[in-house]
């Protein structure tokens, strides 16, 4: 009963595929239907001063189902660079960027995360300068968050998408900053506005010195390049007061809030 012949493994595996290719196609399925139903929604999470007043904010993507529950992007994502559908959500997404930055005029900033399968669509570029110039939206209020790893194949495509995104006016982030791609050659090489710092960095604060150091280090790297340096991931006023003695001026963590629907982001804003 035990032992199985490896034709019987066979057969076993093939339903295990099998299975999981199902679930992947009804889960394809499910997303091209909420698309089509607006059910991809962004969150808006705060980027704020140390006293907590909100200069801007990062936008982050959400499934927002019927019954009310939201599904973070760790359960999708891939799934829409895998099939391509990325390209017309990150279109979508920087419309709704578009219309939030239409409704307030204080924000600053809109962060977006755009991933690499956006890059490598030869339109990309135009595409997002048409949709802000219909919103009339001043393309240096949205900054276009890469990752470190974009860069390491680096092909034409994307080269002319990053390219004509910066002379279209959009400004340019590192996202994750220190995670990936180990070559810091492209702070010399691209004109960044700022660095996110990885929430990994930020995590063993305020107690752990060496996370300290390669603070004080990062810091002093962004300083020199002349970008803005955000911390990411501040949970609590202990993290908060080192980051802010060590010289940060701006931060984004659930200290500060958590991602928020649109229209609650709006709604503390305008009580600010
Ligand atoms: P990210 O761009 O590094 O975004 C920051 C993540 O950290 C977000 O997770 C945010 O909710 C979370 N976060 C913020 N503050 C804290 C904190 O104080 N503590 C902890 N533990 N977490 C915090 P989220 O929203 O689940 O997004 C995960 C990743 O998915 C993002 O990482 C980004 O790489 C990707 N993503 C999100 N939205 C989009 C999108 O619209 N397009 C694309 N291509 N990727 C997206
Ligand atoms: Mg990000
Ligand atoms: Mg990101
Ligand atoms: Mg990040």
Redesign the pocket.
Known sequence: KRAKSSKDKIIFYNILIDNELQEKSTKERDLREAFHNRELKIFLQPICKYDKTIVGAEALLRWVKKDGSVLPPIEFIQLLEENGMIVSVGEEILRQVCEVLSENNELKFIDI?VSPVQLRDEKMAERFFNIVSSYEIDPSKIVI?I?ENILIDMNDIVKNNIDKLLKYGFELCI??FGTGYSSLAYLTLLPLKKIKIDKSFVFRLPDDRKSIKLLEAIYNIAKAFQLEAIPEGVENEKQLEILSMIGYKLFQGFFFGKPVPTYEFLKRLTKE
Request: hydrophobic letters at 0%.
């Open positions: 995360n968050e990752t996202d994750d």
